[in-house]
């Protein structure tokens, strides 16, 4: 095979419709190997190619021979000196980082593992070669008939996004052919774009698509890693997701991608460049690991033969160095720029803040992406959190970023469970949090607002079961959160089985109604609009199976869920005031009432026994314009909320023209015109829209 010394830039493989371009970066190896495979499950190189050439560490070779459609990995020499933070060991092949697509999952054996299987100190390395356990990087064609495909570019102030799984969503919908069930596009077909424009969705945001590593520990107990949060591949989408087999999923995703655009759904990405799916000092060798160990991971200072785990899956990226960055930043640009997506959303995103030990706010990672002009026009949102010292970050990300608001989540749950003391902070979640983003400048859209996501319960369990249901998960039910937030609910004063069922119906509207009432971007679980279960397990991160999948059988219940759910959206898109790209300025914006009418003063806030209140938006101008340009004027509202035990009536505002029920949660369907006062029972909302003359 004819071998030319080629470039070191563009990292990664690179067909130029002649052949193809190989560059891999390794600080510290001393020699590299190109491995070239006739069949993903060989154990065996058909062609060993020495790479001579380096520069700036980047090993490079370009192959005039090889084509698209070529599987490969690299074998890489250098010292096993686990104490001084190296690990190659050139009997591992290796997944390269920058591979387009990979051909298969991994099948586990103890080859996997760079050191002798025991070695309890992992200190002498393995020689059982692992080519035959490891699926293989591939050549892809990078053409693809995008046509007039555009980034819809929907404005924050109008995004409502749909955290779902692409195989969860599909497998189970019965008008999916049973080829394109649980791939990119099943998700893509008319059925599932159909139900996402029904709710008035606007964004999914996927479940990691990144290719991932299933834990040993979860396949040899038949489960596996259904989430998807153990990359080891920053630009192969997962062949699992592809109908086509190897080599079709990445034109596959572009698919998905380019008909989603066409209903005007953004694409937002489920990214985890905190870890990879190597694991701790006693994980195997796949990737990064053999590649550079040392450049590629945070290591302990003192230590150097384990890791820093900021993350709880057993290592973290070293964010210091600068090729570590660079592949996180061309990996983002790559999904960006070639396959379309509009979006974020970064697991434990405190993590890529670490460039010592504590979090940096305005760290180089932030810096790169706000100064980026690709990466500064798309959709970024933070998880907030990580495992490590100071990682509970809510409200602390630079402008221009979006975060998953957990105290959100948390006050809507706690309210309407009937805790005492929470009038006061449910205000500022229904006004878009200003006191956790309106001091640095944000707007209320820095807050994606949530009741569940694919991490806990589903909303049907949260007001379903007091207590986790995670046998399946085979850890004696220990793992998972010890949530009981399905206490109280109200159900305490209801008399029959069948009275407890309307009560936990009607908390479940209630909170659907907060979010889509609340200022600031809202997001749904998937499922959740169906009243989808996973019988209490609220941990199901390791079950591809129904439990975990999106069930689309239709009854009464499920049929009544879904009217509302679409009913209560409809009415925020409808409504520029639920909608502020601006926090509210006081009374000419909004007014707190009480039960009695009168406006809220500072002894209500702080009376913990309080359980009711009024939000009157006051309807003015708003920031959005028709198709003339001008103002669009927004009607005034009045949400009207009781969390308490018991009953209530509030005493409507005196106004010029009357005020008329677009919701009540007590009473679906109805849409009555009070007067003077309106009724709410126990755990009950009601919107009120006041129709003017």
């Keep these: 095979m004819r071998v030319w010394p080629g470039r070191p830039s563009p990292l990664g493989p690179t067909w130029d419709g002649e052949g193809v371009n190989f560059a891999l970066f390794s600080e510290h190896a001393t020699n590299v190997e190109l491995c070239l495979f006739d069949h993903p499950d060989d154990a065996r190189e058909s062609a060993r190619i020495p790479l001579t050439d380096r520069d700036q560490f980047v090993w490079h070779a370009y192959l005039p021979d090889v084509r698209p459609g070529q599987l490969y990995g690299y074998r890489v020499h250098g ?72 980034p819809p570019r929907v404005p924050w102030s109008r995004t409502i996004i ?22 990119y596009l099943g998700l893509a077909m008319d ?51 592809a109908s086509g087999g190897p080599g079709s999923q990445v034109s596959e995703f572009k698919s998905m991608v380019k008909r989603l655009h066409g209903a005007g759904i953004e694409v937002i990405l489920d990214v985890v460049y905190n870890h990879t799916g ?22 302990m200072p003192d230590e150097r033969a384990r890791y820093m785990d900021f993350t709880g899956c057993g290592n973290s990226l070293n964010m210091v160095h600068p090729r570590t960055m660079q592949l996180i930043m061309d990996s983002l640009r790559y999904w960006v720029l070639d396959m379309h997506v509009d979006g974020f959303r970064f697991d434990l995103a405190p993590a890529l803040a670490r460039e010592l030990y504590e979090v940096n706010r305005l760290g180089t990672f932030f810096d790169i992406i706000q100064q980026d002009p690709v990466l500064s026009q798309v959709k970024l949102i933070a998880e907030p959190w990580d495992l490590g010292p100071g990682g509970y970050q809510v409200g602390n990300f630079p402008v221009g970023w979006t975060e998953w608001n957990g105290k959100y989540r948390d006050t809507a749950r ?20 200003s006191d956790l983003y309106g001091l640095s400048g944000r707007s209320p859209y820095a807050s994606i607002n949530f009741v569940t996501c694919h991490d806990g319960y589903t909303l049907r369990d949260l007001v379903s079961y007091e207590q986790k249901h995670n046998q399946a998960n085979l850890e004696d039910n220990r793992d998972g959160a010890n949530d009981n937030w399905s206490r109280n609910w109200g159900v305490e004063g209801a008399t029959d089985r069948a009275d407890i069922q309307r009560v936990r119906e009607r908390v479940a509207r209630n909170l659907l109604a907060t979010l889509a009432f609340s200022q600031g971007v809202p997001m749904l679980s998937a499922g959740d609009e169906m009243g989808r279960t996973q019988q209490g397990n609220n941990n199901a991160y390791c079950h591809d199976d129904p439990l975990s999948w999106v069930a689309w059988t239709r009854d009464r219940r499920t049929d009544d869920l879904l009217a509302f759910t679409r009913q209560v959206f409809a009415i925020r898109q409808a409504n520029p005031v639920l909608r502020r790209r601006t926090f509210f300025e006081g009374a000419k914006d909004v007014t707190w009432l009480r039960p009695d009418g009168k406006e809220m003063d500072a002894d209500a806030w702080q009376d913990a026994d309080r359980h009711c209140l009024g939000m009157l938006v006051h309807g003015v ?30 005493m409507l505002p005196v106004v ?38």
């Design 79 to 150: 010292p096993y000196a686990p104490t001084d933070g190296h690990r190659f060991n050139p009997a591992k092949l290796l997944i390269d980082p920058y591979a387009r697509a990979v051909s298969g999952t991994i099948r586990w054996s103890d080859a996997l593992f760079g050191y002798e299987p025991t070695d309890a100190a992992a200190d002498r390395p393995s020689g059982d070669d692992s080519a035959g356990s490891m699926p293989k990087g591939m050549v892809v064609e990078p053409a693809f008939t995008w046509g007039d495909d555009r």
């Design 162 to 183: 749909y955290e779902c799984h692409v195989k969860g969503l599909t497998m189970l919908h019965p008008e999916i052919p049973e080829a394109l069930r649980g791939t």
């Design 191 to 241: 059925p599932i774009v159909d139900h996402l424009v029904s709710l008035g969705v606007t964004a999914v945001e996927l479940l990691p698509v990144h290719h991932f590593v299933a834990d040993r520990h979860l396949v040899e107990r038949g489960l596996t890693n259904y989430w998807g949060y153990n990359s080891i591949g920053f630009f192969a989408p997962d062949v699992r997701y």
């Design 278 to 299: 190597e694991g701790n000092h006693l994980g195997p060798t796949l990737s990064l690991r053999g590649i550079d160990n040392a450049s590629y991971y945070r290591l």
């Design 414 to 433: 706690r309210y309407w469970r009937g805790d005492p003391g929470q009038v006061a902070e449910l205000g500022y979640r229904l006004t878009g949090s």
């Design 621 to 650: 101008a708003s920031e959005e314009r028709d198709d003339r340009g001008r103002p669009m004027q927004g009607a005034s509202l009045l949400l009207l909320l009781n969390g308490g035990e018991a009953a209530s009536t509030f």
């Design 656 to 693: 010029e023209g009357a005020w008329r029920e677009e919701v009540h949660t007590a009473h679906v369907g109805r849409r009555l015109r009070p007067r003077g006062a309106c009724d709410l029972p126990s755990h009950s909302l009601a919107l009120l829209r006041l129709e003017e003359g």
